[in-house]
């Protein structure tokens, strides 16, 4: 059962313009999400979080959008640049004891010159 | 600083092998995490330590081992591997508070393989 989903395997966007990518969860406990970059070979490098109390948090090019009752979220990068092509992770946290994270399966994204 | 630095980053061991991978902060996070990752998967969480003191374990084989010696370092202790072991190991911290989440910070990996 995968209670994080990314159902883009990839994505190609264009140098400049902004790319989106989507994460959706099925664990209503989830209530804190990460995103994360990962090149291959290396660990996964921390870009955003964003707790489930708000909808929305910024941080330079990279923006995350939650919606909860969608239990859907986004990750935008704008403008979108050649060193953003990567794997990116989206990952849900939840406290058992412990924090735990859930990761989806990855979105490979490349971004043409 | 947010580094978190693993040793050794390739290792390469036979079943009958006994090896130990290394991790260590200094960022005074208090929670410490394996995962696993094979090729073109998620990482999959194997142990987490908060306060030296094991609070999750992902009912993981009992040939991997983990140890948390202080605060810093963690290690996992691998014993009578099989092939299909062979993956990414990652190291992870992050600040342990109650109830709270944070984010946790990865290291760069131990790349294992079983022969």
């Known amino acids: 059962d995968q209670q994080v989903k990314q159902n883009s395997p990839s994505l190609s966007v264009q140098e400049g313009r902004i790319s989106i990518l989507n994460c959706d969860y099925t664990?209503?406990?989830?209530?804190?999400f990460l995103w994360y970059k990962k090149y291959p070979a290396e660990g996964p490098t921390f870009l955003i979080s964003i707790s489930s109390i708000k909808d929305k948090n910024e941080d330079g090019r990279f923006t995350v959008f939650l919606n909860k009752s969608a239990k859907h979220l986004s990750l935008h990068i704008v403008p979108s640049q050649p060193g953003d092509s990567a794997v990116y992770f989206c990952a849900a946290s939840i406290i058992q004891g412990a924090q735990k994270l859930v990761f989806g399966q990855g979105t490979r994204l490349t971004i043409n010159p | 600083d947010t580094e978190v630095t693993q040793t050794p980053k390739h290792l390469v061991m036979g079943m009958t092998n006994k090896k130990s991978l290394k991790c260590e902060q200094h960022m005074g996070h208090r929670a410490m995490y394996w995962y696993k990752q094979k090729a073109k998967k998620p990482p999959e969480l194997m142990f987490v330590y908060s306060y030296e003191k094991l609070s999750i374990n992902e009912s993981v084989p009992s040939r991997f081992s983990p140890e948390c010696p202080n605060s810093s370092l963690l290690n996992l202790h691998l014993h009578a591997l099989q092939p299909e072991d062979s993956a990414l190991y990652l190291c992870?911290?992050?600040?342990?508070?109650?109830?709270?989440?944070?984010?946790?910070?990865f290291g760069q990996g131990t790349r294992l393989t079983v022969v």
């Open positions: 664990n209503s406990m989830f209530d804190y």
């Open positions: 992870a911290s992050s600040q342990s508070r109650v109830r709270m989440n944070t984010e946790a910070f």
